[in-house]
């Protein structure tokens, strides 16, 4: 078979190419020669990558408006991005996710991790949520939802363009059906015995966070017979968790009235309305506001948005982690548990850990870090690619 008549891009010769032969997915502006011809490249279209001795590293989608120039999309010189590539690698990422799941709720494509750079997938029942946020799946978003649908046998597919990525991309931010017809009301999602309603054209992201199951369970592990606060809840993420496992009462805080509203048709359909009470308001300034009114909850959880979203955000970030484990600290009953998230992708494990220690420190509090967790299974880690392992859960027991 003869290579595909790509054009090429070369590294720079001081930018080392080990990274990508050890399988970085990815190279930045910076390490590529740029000049009139690199620069005219369609966003989106592919190349040959090359060492600066001209030897083969992959072939790639390119962004020259993006400071991740290069995406690598194979490393082989004759792969053709086309349906049948496209079908072979959707049906790996379908194959992994019919092994661990009953019901067809899940993320079926999580971006560099199943093979499709920079492209989200999620699941609900027979309707994909696609999020193209690098160029080339923006261009191919009509086929990647014709190859997706045949493969689920999904009947609508949702494009989703809201999002950072998709801006530093220079992607616009216009939603679209691609294929079948937007659901006129919420979908009700099963969770952990929970049922949550996804909003999968006016919610947040693909319309819900499915990454958060396994820490769901084991909070569930914890709730019987608790009194759980559940802040930054959206659609009542941990909360309706915990009420589906028999928490005696859950309270939701968020700052969105329509997130409230779904986690409140998300207790009625359950049938623990009587037990679940929602509060609209800042989060910092309600855990304050628990606190003045002498509050006390067996079991505290924060899930807040991505304070360290970039690396520039780092200090910032995880100063806003310090205060949200300070207050949330001295809602919680002796012997209780505090369970704080991040989904920065700038801030490890460890960074993250640290600040939320130091804030339950400044609260006086002390205890033990009794569970570590992470997304589920359906948002795979790329081993060589920090970022794909964003989500961290931390639990205390504190004293």
Avoid at 196 to 214: E, V
Avoid at 225 to 252: E, K, N, P, Y
Wanted: aromatic share 8%; charged share 20%.
């Amino acid at each position: 078979m003869t290579a595909p008549s790509f054009p090429v891009i070369r590294l720079k010769p001081k930018a080392n190419p080990r990274p990508v032969r050890f399988g970085a997915p990815w190279v930045y502006a910076d390490d590529i020669v740029t000049d009139r011809r690199t620069k005219a490249l369609a966003p989106g279209s592919f190349a040959h990558l090359e060492d600066a001795n001209r030897a083969y590293l992959a072939t790639v989608t390119v962004n020259p408006v993006s400071k991740i120039f290069a995406r690598v999309m194979a490393r082989d010189p004759e792969t053709v991005v086309d349906p049948a590539w496209l079908e072979a690698r959707g049906a790996a990422a379908l194959a992994h996710r019919a092994r661990l799941f009953d019901a067809p709720f899940y993320r079926l494509i999580h971006a560099e991790a199943d093979g499709f750079p920079g492209v989200i997938v999620d699941r609900f029942g027979d309707t994909l949520v696609l999020q193209p946020n690098a160029a080339w799946a923006d261009v191919m978003a009509d086929e990647i939802a014709a190859v997706l649908a045949r493969l689920t046998g999904c009947r609508t597919v949702l494009k989703n363009a809201s999002g950072r990525t998709r801006s530093l991309e220079g992607l616009d931010d216009a939603d679209a059906v691609l294929l079948g017809s937007a659901p006129a009301a919420p979908v009700p999602v099963p969770m952990n015995e929970a049922i949550y309603m996804a909003d999968l054209t006016g919610g947040q992201k693909t319309g819900l966070f499915f990454d958060q199951r396994p820490n769901h369970a084991f909070v569930q592990r914890l709730s019987k017979g608790a009194d759980v606060l559940d802040v930054f809840s959206h659609v009542g993420g941990f909360s309706l968790a915990a009420l589906a496992a028999g928490a005696c009462r859950a309270v939701a805080v968020d700052g969105s009235a329509a997130a409230l509203d779904l986690a409140a048709q998300g207790a009625q359909a359950m049938g623990v309305s009587d037990r679940y009470v929602t509060r609209k308001g800042d989060a910092f300034d309600t855990l304050a506001a628990l606190q003045s009114e002498g509050a006390q909850f067996d079991i505290v959880v924060c899930d807040p948005p991505a304070f360290a979203p970039s690396k520039s955000a780092l200090e910032r970030g995880l100063r806003a982690y310090d205060r949200v484990a300070r207050l949330a600290a001295l809602l919680v009953k002796p012997g209780g548990y505090l369970v704080l998230c991040s989904c920065s992708h700038a801030a490890d494990l460890d960074a993250f850990r640290t600040a939320c220690t130091r804030g339950i420190g400044k609260a006086g509090r002390a205890g033990q870090l009794v569970y570590t967790g992470f997304a589920g299974a359906d948002h795979p880690q790329l081993p060589s690619l920090a970022e794909s392992g964003y989500l961290k859960a931390l639990a205390y027991r504190l004293t």
